[in-house]
């Protein structure tokens, strides 16, 4: 008769299976939390970096371009609001109004059309696609924290000759001794979705031939279409012109506020007074990314400090990054010197 015989085999117990289980998980768990913070981590500094590159460089372009404003314009150095063939075009030619020549006929009975003259918080927008139609992506609060009912983007339009040979805002080729006149406004960016806005510049058509050193332009051609873009992403453009009065005091105006101080001081009574000199410019963007950063370190109900308004972003729950660029830019020739 064979004797069975019994091998003894170990093995885990329930509480320990339970236990390694538990383990795994925790270190599976920590693993995709470092994983995921690793990806938010990346899109943040992602989206950090896109506004940055547009942001900084973009802003870089517009200032450099509006440094030539008053240019080669010796005779012309007081820069206001109509001032020949120099500065920020805040008022162009009329029918009844054109011995100022403020900024030249587009035509040989057409005139600029309003809505391409630097315009603000407070005029009349455009309903004709890519001229000034006031596109933000956000609502504005004053300096004294109200509400800005209908609240819009601005437009800036500056006009100087060309010094020498060079190419203006769209790429294209001008002659040393022409005038560029160039307009930097909000538009909708083709590339994102429909409530994408983009700082583009268009400028006017350049002249076929240079001119000679008498020349004086007679036209502005080619002005009014959708431009270059210059930043994309941008939710808000704001502008203020600094000025100082006939009386020495400087400040700090929007578009429409100094079209006003300039018409009150010439018709100061009993005797006019200069109207007050433009000496600089002050711009502001907001910028977004491009794609939602989906970071909680991001609040999308932030509101930004640009110069004298504070903008809330209209999305108030995609989680795209965004940043303020502001700069101060001196005007050529502002003070009326020959330099």
Excluded at 67 to 85: C, G, M, S, V
Aim: proline content about 4%; charged content about 15%.
């Amino acid at each position: 008769m064979s004797r069975l015989s019994f091998i003894r085999q170990n093995g885990f117990t329930l509480i320990e299976l339970m236990v390694a289980l538990a383990l795994g998980l925790i270190i599976v768990a920590a693993a995709v939390q470092l994983f995921t913070s690793g990806i938010l981590s990346s899109r943040l500094q992602q989206a950090n970096a896109e506004i940055q590159d547009s942001g900084i460089f973009g802003l870089d372009y517009v200032v450099r371009d509006i440094r030539f404003a008053n240019q080669e314009n010796l005779a012309n150095l007081k820069l206001d609001d109509k001032t020949p063939y120099g500065g920020i075009i805040l008022t162009g030619s009329t029918a009844t109004n054109q011995n100022a020549n403020f900024v030249p006929k587009v035509g040989a009975t057409a005139y600029i059309n309003p809505a391409l003259l630097s315009r603000g918080q407070g005029d009349t927008v455009s309903t004709t696609a890519n001229h000034w139609q006031g596109l933000i992506g956000a609502t504005l609060k004053d300096s004294s924290g109200s509400t800005i009912a209908n609240p819009v983007s601005d437009q800036l339009t500056i006009q100087f000759i060309a010094p020498a040979n060079m190419t203006n805002c769209e790429g294209s080729n001008v002659f040393a001794g022409d005038l560029v006149v160039q307009r930097y406004f909000l538009r909708p960016d083709a590339n994102g979705d429909a409530t994408d806005y983009a700082l583009a510049c268009d400028a006017n058509t350049p002249s076929a031939t240079a001119a000679s050193a008498t020349a004086t332009p007679t036209s502005v051609l080619g002005l009014g279409d959708a431009g270059q873009i210059i930043i994309p992403r941008v939710d808000h453009f704001h502008v203020l012109l600094g000025a100082r009065s006939a009386t020495g005091s400087f400040a700090y105006y929007t578009i429409p506020q100094y079209r006003s101080a300039a018409d009150a001081a010439r018709t100061t009574t009993p005797t006019a007074v200069e109207a007050p000199r433009i000496l600089s410019v002050q711009l502001s963007v907001l910028v977004r990314s491009a794609n939602n950063a989906q970071n909680n370190a991001i609040d999308p109900t932030q509101a930004f400090i640009m110069l004298d308004q504070t903008a809330t972003p209209s999305d108030s729950t995609t989680r795209y990054q965004r940043r303020i660029y502001s700069t101060t830019v001196a005007l050529r020739n502002a003070m009326g010197d020959t330099l």
